[in-house]
């Protein structure tokens, strides 16, 4: 447990997992009162509560932002309207600097309306990211590129795998990194050798677990433990590549943990961070 | 259009298409009378009507046997029922034999019963392919194995890609290849380059379509065309790599085609194959 931070201070909670139930003022809070190390808020609470009023309370506060939710969507309008959606990420890019986040996360968008054409829609997303990256760099703000599951490739992501982010990493240059999310690449083969290729391009590490059933590929996501994924083998391997930030819990959950009281919520991410991300024998409350 | 079969004769029927409706004997003589080149039962279809019968009438047919549907599940019983699983494939292999099916399609089966450790799954596949393939060689039958959308990694198949289903193939030599379903691979950005390197070892190719939303992701498949699957440039792939056979429709629609009368799914079948796969301007009908 070497690159870990030890204790709930290696926990930071993605806004998500609570659903987005109350203020972010109060999610801040909360996750102060429960002793997460960290936080990762959406952009519509920045637009709901007003950026300068979170950047200051979040300044205040004990908490790491360990991410800006999120960038990306670059084919969201068409390859007509790739400026549009540059544009619109460098507001994004300037959000999370505002807030001191340590990246901006990128779901980097589906295929093209109307489309079948998985290659082209890559190839706008890489145009996109080269504008975009060239202005977060001036500003500061390590982008970070989240291959999603395969399941939405046609609709969200069309970059699936770590390979494939890697392999657009390796294109972009400095910059920008990978947030690696287990739910996304638990199942992937080629995993540990790609964690082992990210080594410092890692920029997040999300947790949360695969339902047997899922019931729904999108807000059906599972508490740690209360699914199939190593999460202890895959932690260790992101720490091993060198990775020493936050464990970030993010948990889309419709019917199931965004209908329980957020305090609930925390309680339960600290406990199941404990038991089965760290594989702690005893887990012991802040 | 060299390398597959022209006009309906190059297409097949999985009996799934029709969802089982009537029984093997009457969607032979559908496939026959609508023009199809081949045909690929299930397992329970064959029991049902038995074996020797639907073997006689397979033979007396106009029909291809494209494949078996299907073996695998390996790790269904376990570390300890392997032996099991391995019994039941070879049943499986005899009864591909006794249709005179080109391939027995095997979905080998996801994570073993209260297990998250998926090299664990992935090493007791190999080992029961390894006792099949010695067996399934003496018989004659190749088998084909069929890597699922990951989305499937859980609880069917712990073989997500082509690669590493030809890695598989590597490791085991000769009589063993794989299924190439667009359904599970079109996301996958080395696809082209496996098709590739499958060449020969391709022993099957299923076409359907990726629905936009997919509200089930296994039994909402879309009829080819009306999803976001480019098919004819994975089509005219698999026919450079050499593969000669039959197009064979698998469509697992729970709610739309499997609600429809068989005739008229066939019929669907025959137009969409040559508008959407082969890309043809005009289609005429038998």
Not at 31 to 51: K, M, T, V, Y
Not at 71 to 96: S, Y
Not at 120 to 135: G, I, K, S, T
């Amino acid at each position: 447990m070497s690159g870990f931070v030890q204790g709930t201070r290696g926990l930071s909670l993605n806004t998500a997992t609570i659903g987005w139930q109350i203020p972010l003022e109060r999610t801040v809070a909360l996750c102060e009162e429960f002793g997460f190390g960290g936080i990762a808020p959406w952009r519509h609470e920045l637009h709901d509560q007003g950026i300068a009023e979170v950047a200051s309370r979040l300044k205040q506060s004990s908490l790491q932002v360990t991410g800006l939710c999120r960038g990306g969507a670059f084919t969201a309008f068409g390859e007509d309207g790739l400026q549009r959606a540059v544009d619109e990420n460098k507001r994004a890019v300037d959000e999370a600097a505002e807030i001191g986040a340590k990246c901006l996360v990128l779901v980097v968008g589906g295929l093209l309306d109307g489309s079948n054409d998985i290659t082209r829609a890559r190839d706008c997303v890489r145009r996109a990211l080269e504008a975009v990256l060239e202005y977060a760099c001036d500003v500061g703000v390590p982008l970070a590129i989240e291959p999603l599951h395969p399941v939405y490739a046609a609709e969200r992501s069309c970059i699936s795998t770590l390979r494939e982010a890697l392999d657009l990493c390796d294109h972009l240059g400095e910059g920008v990194g990978v947030a690696i999310d287990v739910y996304h690449v638990w199942w992937d083969p080629g995993l540990f050798a790609q964690i082992q290729r990210a080594g410092d391009r890692i920029l997040a590490f999300h947790v949360c677990d695969w339902l047997i059933p899922t019931r729904d590929p999108l807000k059906d996501r599972g508490m740690m433990g209360d699914g199939v994924i190593d999460l202890p083998s895959i932690r260790k391997m992101v720490e091993t590549s060198g990775y020493d930030g936050m464990c970030e819990v993010e948990i889309f959950s419709e019917n199931d943990w965004w209908q329980r009281e957020p305090a609930e919520v925390l309680r339960s991410c600290i406990e199941t961070y404990g038991r089965h991300v760290m594989a702690l024998e005893e887990v012991t409350y802040p």
